[in-house]
């Protein structure tokens, strides 16, 4: 069974202020990870997929990287906007069903 | 573009009443998916449809059903509700050889 566990639950930074949220998983056969942003009220947004060990994928102040064993949203000087929770999940095998964690919720003051 | 377009928005049911969910997606996607979010468990999966007129059960699916309409719609319905299902229910889409999936904005459901 394909498990996905994100820390922190919950991460404030000050405005500029650069951190890093991890996403341990553990699947199958790694068919892609993923990574969405959540805004209350809205349904998840895409950011990244990774593939393969090593990967790596930036927009903007955002930068995910891949290992074999967890994934790593890296977010430089954000900004207030960048407040959102972030949603990791694992697709393995051969179905295209996602397996999600419980998000990390991401405060940024101004 | 629309996306993926889910109604109702919000709806309060007392226990025991049905209700459908709706979602229509404009992507050309094959595959379907439904969904749902609690606070403290994460995105759980209930039925997915891979393709036109296929459904199969995901994580959760006991106290739905689901039915592929067409290409564009997929709708989920609950037969009796319960408090249990006081939840928030998004609908997914993906397109061919694709994994990655495009969500609607949700509908929020209580159960009273």
């Known amino acids: 069974e394909d498990q996905v566990t994100q820390s922190p639950e919950a991460l404030r930074l000050q405005e500029g202020e650069s951190s890093s949220l991890n996403c341990s998983y553990t699947v199958s056969g790694l068919r892609g990870l993923f990574w969405y942003r959540q805004d209350p009220g809205k349904g998840p947004e895409f950011l990244f997929t990774l593939y393969s060990a090593g990967e790596e994928k930036e927009k903007e102040r955002l930068k995910a990287t891949l290992t074999k064993k967890e994934s790593f949203l890296h977010i430089t000087a954000p900004k207030p906007e960048d407040s959102a929770t972030y949603l990791c999940?694992?697709?393995?095998?051969?179905?295209?069903?996602?397996?999600f964690g419980k998000g990390t919720l991401l405060t940024v003051n101004p | 573009n629309a996306g993926v377009t889910q109604t109702p928005k919000f709806q309060v049911l007392k226990t025991g009443q049905s209700m459908t969910l709706q979602c229509a997606q404009d992507?050309?996607?094959?595959?379907m998916y439904w969904y749902r979010q609690d606070p403290g468990m994460g995105l759980r999966l209930i039925y997915y449809s891979a393709s036109e007129g296929t459904t199969d059960k995901g994580e959760v699916p006991n106290g739905y059903n689901v039915s592929r309409l067409n290409k564009r719609e997929f709708s989920l319905r609950l037969e009796s509700a319960a408090p249990s299902q006081t939840s928030v229910y998004f609908c997914?889409?993906?397109?061919?050889?694709?994994?990655?999936?495009?969500f609607g904005n949700g509908t929020r459901l209580t159960v009273t």
């Open positions: 999940a694992v697709c393995g095998g051969s179905n295209y069903k996602l397996t």
């Open positions: 992507m050309n996607h094959n595959s």
């Open positions: 997914a889409s993906s397109g061919t050889g694709k994994i990655t999936l495009h």
